[in-house]
């Protein structure tokens, strides 16, 4: 059995206030003092817990009790049921039928872990210690205090079977009061007082049971929600998945889970312990703590000693973990590298001031300084955003200077064509679709889909307002009787005529009039219509 307390040699003699313990603690705030006066008349005990106010740590494997005096309900001055401690820091008991005892003891908190790991945090060995201490301490001092009530049942077992005893042998003795009375009621009196023992030891016990928690498990959270208590008691987890605050249904009754922390964790749950105190009167389960069911297979083991700077951590993936070092030699630097081989760069890839030797295949690229082409290049789609100059397969904002050969693939810009924002003359044909409307009582015109349009009208009909006009756009629409004739149009009110008056159309069956428009400004497109032009 593990140490976890030491008697107070010297306790109650007078002279002795300073008490050493060999048993380790994590903290000082763990460390408590128990003192005891037993009656010698009958054993009784009774025991007093010291505060922190009337003890001090002068070493580290030491306690020294303080200068108090308590005062019992007799209001003497003298505390009879337990000790008194003068100015001079000497314990002195009272005397009078009594013996004094004490003891140093470590209870260690249990009410949360030392050390709380986050996401993305480091993790310290000594952290990592400290809550494994904790766990070892809190669980020796549990298992201690379940042997010392068992001991204690024991006793007071022991206690009660000899009382048993004493009673029938004082009853067999009774029964011959004319023999030796005098026996047979000094027989009863110690049967009395054996029993007197036997009761108070077993009160004992039941307190000592009584501090020893012990918790109930449960397997996950869907076992936990399915229990219907029926009195106050401790219940854990081993899976924790899922486990939040909140309340739930069982039986008709409703339940409260409560208390865990913002600090709580969020990831492999299923590895978690976590423990709570049931109150049937509120049927609450209120959270305690956590720990880790595994430790090695919750945290990452990695290699022996701290590696070395610049280093970095790989694995085998086989779970070996080893320190390995980049091999910059190889590398090229960032700032004006000169590639010798054949490099690919399949993203977006900036560099400054680049001098390519070899073939470059690259998706997209943009150079913030002046760019050297030394070979060839093969051009299959062509942006620039210099304007003016050639053109090239890169977005640069320097100069471009191609001493190879440049050939761009079928319908790709290329050197010498036009770009959009200088003045062209154009030695080549330009020509718009024209684009069929579909007939409608009210006919539709989209400008984003064409300049030019056509439609062959089935009825008297609407020209509507466009969509997506854009000012500066031109075209013209070619309108088309039906077989049948004498079709009107009417328009929107973003077309605008000479002197306000649209014009009549011709009526004659299959005849074409033209309408040629601007748009002059938003919701204004100046018309003008050319009739029978076929």
């Known amino acids: 059995m593990a140490v976890t307390e030491n008697t107070m040699t010297g306790a109650g003699d007078g002279s002795t206030n300073s008490f050493s ?3 380790p603690y994590l903290k000082t705030t763990d460390l408590k003092v128990e003192l005891v006066r037993t009656t010698t008349a009958d054993s009784t005990t009774t025991k007093t817990i010291l505060d922190s106010t009337k003890f001090t740590i002068p070493t580290a494997t030491s306690v020294a009790l303080s200068s108090f005096t308590d005062t019992d309900t007799d209001g003497n001055g003298v505390l009879r049921n337990t000790w008194q401690a003068y100015d001079t820091g000497i314990i002195k008991a009272d005397g009078g039928g009594y013996t004094y005892s004490g003891k140093v003891y470590r209870s260690t908190a249990s009410d949360a872990l030392t050390a709380t790991f986050y996401p993305g945090s480091a993790i310290r060995s000594a952290d990592l210690n400290d809550n494994y201490t904790q766990n070892l301490y809190v669980t020796q001092e549990a298992s201690n205090l379940v042997t010392d009530a068992n001991t204690d049942a024991a006793t007071a077992l022991t206690k009660a079977t000899t009382a048993e005893t004493n009673a029938t042998a004082a009853l067999d003795n009774s029964q ?20 007197t023992n036997a009761e108070n ?9 009584a501090d020893a928690v012990l918790f109930t498990t449960v397997a996950d959270k869907a076992a936990l929600e399915a229990l219907t208590p029926s009195e106050d008691a401790y219940y854990q987890t081993t899976d924790s998945t899922g486990l939040a605050n909140g309340t739930w249904t069982t039986d008709g009754d409703t339940y409260t889970l409560s208390g865990i922390p913002g600090t709580y964790p969020n990831t492999q749950l299923d590895g978690i312990t976590t ?10 389960y209120a959270y305690t703590t956590y720990f880790a069911n595994d430790g090695d297979d919750r945290y990452m083991v990695g290699p022996d000693g701290d590696g070395t700077d610049g280093y970095f951590l790989q694995t085998d993936g086989a779970g070996t973990k080893t320190w390995a070092e980049v091999d910059l030699s190889v590398k090229a630097d960032l700032a004006s590298p000169t590639f010798t081989g054949t490099p690919t760069v399949p993203g977006y890839a900036p560099l400054a001031s680049p001098t390519f030797t070899g073939t470059v295949a690259a998706a997209d690229m943009t150079v913030s300084g002046d760019l050297d082409v030394t070979t060839d290049v093969t051009v299959n789609s062509i942006a620039n955003n210099a304007g003016g100059g050639a053109t090239w397969m890169l977005y640069n904002t320097g100069n471009a200077n191609f001493t190879g050969t440049v050939t761009a693939s079928a319908g790709v810009l290329g050197v010498g064509d036009a770009l959009l924002a200088s003045d062209q003359t154009w030695t080549g044909a330009q020509r718009g679709t024209i684009t069929a409307l579909t007939d409608a009582a009210t006919i539709a015109v989209d400008f984003d ?3 030019n349009f056509s439609v062959t009208l089935g009825d008297n009909r609407t020209l509507g307002q466009p969509t997506n006009q854009t ?3 031109s075209g013209s629409i070619f309108i088309t009787q039906d077989g049948t004739g004498s079709r009107t149009l009417a328009y929107h009110a973003d077309w605008k005529w000479a002197a306000a008056t649209a014009p009549t159309l011709t009526t004659t069956a299959a005849a074409v009039d ?6 002059a400004a938003a919701n204004t497109i100046h018309a003008v219509a050319t009739l029978a032009v076929a």
Do not use: E, M, W
Request: hydrophobic residues 45%; negative net charge.
């Open 201 to 209: 030891t077993a009160n004992s016990a039941a307190a000592d049971v």
């Open 449 to 451: 889909s064409s300049n």
């Open 514 to 519: 033209r309408i040629d428009y601007i748009v």
């Open 21 to 23: 313990f060999t048993f």
């Open 176 to 195: 011959d009061l004319s023999a030796d009375p005098s026996s047979a009621i000094a027989i009863a009196q110690a049967a009395q007082t054996a029993a």
């Open 471 to 473: 000012v500066g756009q």
């Open 275 to 284: 423990k709570f105190n049931y109150t049937h009167s509120t049927k609450t």
